[in-house]
C-alpha cells in the first residue's frame, strides 16, 4: 500500500534533492541518518515509480520514493 508523507529536504551545491526527515500522518518524525543511494526504480510492493532514495533511519535500511513531486514509502502489513 502506497502511503504519501510529508519530507523536510534541502538541495545541495550540486542541485542534488536531499532527504533529511520523513514526517508520517500521525505526527511522529524521524531523521534519516544517510542517503546511500539514489536511482529511477519501481516500488514493487506499493505500485508506481520514481527516484528512489536508499535511506538508514534508525539503522534500518528504508525505501524513500519521490512520484511526480510527492513523497512516498511502502506501507508494510
Known sequence: MKQYISVTA?????????PLKIHWNDGRSFEIDKVTD????????AGGAGLRYTCR?????????????????????
Open 57 to 77: 533511519i534508525a539503522g534500518a535500511e528504508k525505501y524513500l520514493f519521490l512520484e511526480e513531486n510527492r513523497w512516498f514509502v511502502d506501507a508494510r502489513g
Open 38 to 45: 539514489i536511482r529511477y526504480a519501481a516500488s514493487l510492493k
Open 10 to 18: 534541502r538541495f545541495d551545491e550540486d542541485g542534488n534533492l536531499l
